[in-house]
């Protein structure tokens, strides 16, 4: 397995949640990392996305200011922390390897991990 992530669950609007991505070695040589979400009918989006090597990061408007992107490298794992959540970002998150670059389009990854589902709900 190339990616993994954890760390969904359900939580009422307004809370926080970290997602975790442990990546391979060989997948964490991709140099970017991204983060996606997907909605039943609905195309995946780009979320955020953080370089391996130089650590820039990435967000989507709809998320900026709320979630924060950050890499262990020791660890090889991606986080996403997502503070002051909304039903809006119900979806399933998945992590995935980008092509060398923060591309932003999920038809340009590498690789998919196996996504973990968020529910933001009273």
């Known amino acids: 397995v190339q990616l993994q992530a954890s760390g969904g669950g359900l939580v009422q609007p307004g809370g926080s949640l970290t997602l975790s991505c442990v990546v391979s070695e060989f997948t964490f040589n991709s140099k970017a990392i991204g983060w996606f979400r997907e909605t039943p009918g609905n195309e995946r989006e780009a979320v955020s996305c953080?370089?391996?090597?130089?650590?820039?990061?990435s967000y989507a408007t709809s998320v900026k200011g709320r979630f924060t992107i950050s890499i262990d490298t020791a660890k090889k794992t991606v986080y996403l922390q997502m503070n002051a959540l909304e039903s809006e970002d119900t979806a399933r998150y998945y992590c995935?390897?980008?092509?060398?670059?923060?591309?932003?389009?999920?038809?340009?990854?590498?690789?998919w991990g196996q996504g973990t589902q968020v529910t933001v709900s009273s």
């Open positions: 953080i370089g391996t090597t130089d650590g820039e990061k």
């Open positions: 995935a390897a980008e092509p060398g670059w923060c591309s932003g389009k999920a038809s340009m990854q590498r690789a």
